[in-house]
């Protein structure tokens, strides 16, 4: 039994051909920051540090910018640390170094 030209013999030709290339799986854990809920405690802490201390006469402009730069701190300690232990997607040139590994 002959096929046609431009038929395929068995299906599994046929089913290569056509098939979808696999997805790329990204392993990386971590999130853009703005999705993050460290980001979001953030912001709205803030905006209430901000509302209170414009509101209130107990608290002056001094202790809102002490208070924000601590929770800023705060706020890039906890990326840094959630970021520190995953592997980047991005080209790292210095893995492109070829040291002591040379002909003398």
Do not use: C, N
Not at 34 to 51: A, N, P, Q
Not at 53 to 63: E, K, L, M, N, T
Not at 66 to 77: E, G, P, Q, W
């Amino acid at each position: 039994m002959s096929t046609a030209p431009g038929r395929y013999s068995d299906r599994s030709a046929m089913r290569s051909r056509w098939a979808v290339p696999a997805r790329q799986i990204h392993d990386s854990e971590t999130r853009p920051f703005f999705v993050t809920s460290e980001f979001l405690v953030f912001v709205l802490f803030l905006m209430g540090l901000g509302i209170a201390a414009s509101s209130s006469p107990s608290i002056d402009a001094r202790f809102f910018w002490s208070a924000a730069t601590v929770i800023t701190s705060f706020y890039m300690l906890s990326r840094g640390i959630a970021k520190s232990g995953s592997r980047s997607r991005a080209h790292d040139p210095s893995e492109d170094l070829e040291l002591g590994g040379g002909d003398r």
